[in-house]
């Protein structure tokens, strides 16, 4: 059995179930059951790996004592078990530093048992017991079927504003920044991990990567500050070798601005912030007056500005209107110009985000240290044979070989430009600005050649006049 029909057979049981209200609630109930599995999957690893391991979760807790046997625990037994015993234990673990209690105690703060029938949570088990998430299987890829049936779920149940990054996006941005074994990698509203599990795959591509090392471990730090992502993040994490995954739970925008020093900067963020969104009362007071606003997106991009060391590199997905936006937009802009090198600007067509949102977005790529002198811009067309983007035919990563080759010798042509600071300056730091090298073969013309063209065009239209009349007559 593959792993789509494991997890529709999942959610057909779920449905059964009278205290599962809605799809939410099924996906968050099928996520913390997963991690117990693959939790207790990676310990098995852990403990060969690591004589020293000892687990956080006490002997009783453990998936391979009550949930391993397809006969063992079921109908009220189980479900008293869950709730007087299982949950009540991980939520108060006491955390230390040397093992996985903060990541088992973080994960199960925010987490709850909405089933209530023994019987129907006793076949889910069974069911999940069928995916083996250990390492001599391809585990990351079978996390990869259930992590996209999940966000199809959460789609689906409307229960998130977010717009999850299209896997091809994240790769393409990941293989621009090209992340480097040393370098730290953030993203501050990381979601589900997507560009932290991406930047770890580019580094595990490295001669020197060895997933158990310090360097690798500490070098991918996240902040999410809703429960389910949070979950998904990490859980994710840890199938990527990651044992104690920094994914700390919390907005990142709720810090003062003013504390981010040299000694907690990063050398790459890549993030897709929220945008359309609104931040609680009171947020914007962390930032500098010149950049207060409740508008998610614009304090992320000015926090990733300070956050970045001298010389660190960014990609961040933006919607267009912070391209052309005024008041607080532009001194925000006026900011990333100053204080970094926004080389290049790849303008993304629409749909890309579907069936999220419809908003026409850019991919913004940036550099600390330098003030920017001209940016380069991108249009990315649509590839032959798609007029638009859906859930049913995505963007793929082969859609970006054209820009991957532009971007090492870079040449203006129908679909690339480069604006200078000056012109934008003039301009107000309005980021959206049009290509103009078409506009310029639009106008190419001369008076005698629109004449001929004219002249053709009503010769076209008399004819077809003089064929419609004699089919009147």
């Not at 397809?70 to 015993?85: M, P, Q």
Request: charged share 25%; aromatic share 10%; hydrophobic share 35%.
């Amino acid at each position: 059995m593959n792993t789509t029909s494991i997890i529709r057979s999942i959610r057909n049981i779920m449905r059964k179930d009278e205290g599962l209200d809605g799809d939410a609630q099924r996906i968050s109930q099928m996520v913390w059951m997963l991690f117990m599995k693959i939790f207790a999957d990676k310990e098995e690893e852990w403990k060969i790996s690591r004589k020293e391991y000892k687990s956080p979760i006490p002997e009783k807790l453990k998936w391979q004592n009550w949930a391993a046997n397809a006969g063992g625990l079921t109908g009220d037994e189980l479900i008293v078990f869950i709730n007087d015993d299982l949950f009540p234990i991980l939520k108060t673990i006491e955390p230390t530093d040397t093992d996985q209690s903060v990541i088992v105690k973080s994960v199960f703060n925010d987490t709850y048992n909405y089933m209530k029938s023994g019987n129907l949570f006793r076949q889910v088990i069974n069911e999940i017991n069928k995916i083996d998430f250990s390492n001599n299987n391809t585990e990351r890829h079978v996390f990869n079927d259930i992590y996209e049936s999940i966000l199809k779920e959460l789609q689906s149940a409307s229960s998130s504003g977010e717009y999850y990054t299209p896997r091809a996006v994240t790769q393409f941005m990941v293989d621009m920044i090209n992340p480097q074994i040393g370098e730290s990698i953030l993203d501050p509203a990381c979601g589900t991990g997507g560009f932290l599990t991406c930047s770890l795959d580019n580094l595990s591509k490295q001669k020197d990567f060895d997933e158990t090392s310090l360097i690798i471990q500490n070098s991918i730090r996240g902040v999410e500050k809703k429960p389910l992502p949070h979950l998904l993040c990490t859980t994710n994490l840890i199938l990527h070798g990651i044992e104690k995954p920094a994914i700390n739970k919390g907005n990142l925008l709720s810090l003062p601005y003013n504390n981010w020093e040299a000694k907690n900067q990063v050398n790459i963020i890549l993030s897709n912030p929220p945008f359309g969104g609104q931040e609680e009362d009171g947020t914007e007071k962390n930032f500098p007056e010149e950049f207060r606003t409740k508008e998610t997106a614009d304090l992320f991009l000015a926090l990733i500005i300070k956050t970045l060391t001298k010389n660190g590199r960014a990609a961040v997905v933006l919607p267009d209107n912070f391209l052309f936006g005024e008041g607080v937009k532009m001194r925000i802009k006026e900011e990333l110009l100053t204080k970094c090198n926004l080389h290049t600007i790849i303008r993304l067509p629409n749909g890309i985000f579907n069936p999220y949102t419809g908003i026409k977005t850019n991919l913004l790529f940036f550099e600390k240290g330098k003030p920017t002198k001209e940016i380069w811009y991108y249009e990315m067309p649509y590839p032959d044979g798609i007029k638009n983007f859906s859930s049913s035919r995505p963007v793929d990563i082969k859609h970006f070989d054209d820009i991957k080759k532009w971007w090492i010798k870079r040449k203006e042509n129908e679909y690339a430009w480069k604006v200078s600071i000056q012109e934008i300056k003039k301009r107000e730091f309005n980021l959206d600005i049009k290509n103009a090298n078409v506009l310029q073969e639009e106008n190419l013309h001369s008076t005698e050649e629109l004449l001929v063209i004219l002249d053709s065009s009503f010769q076209k239209s008399s004819a077809l006049l003089a064929e419609i009349k004699k089919l009147l007559l």
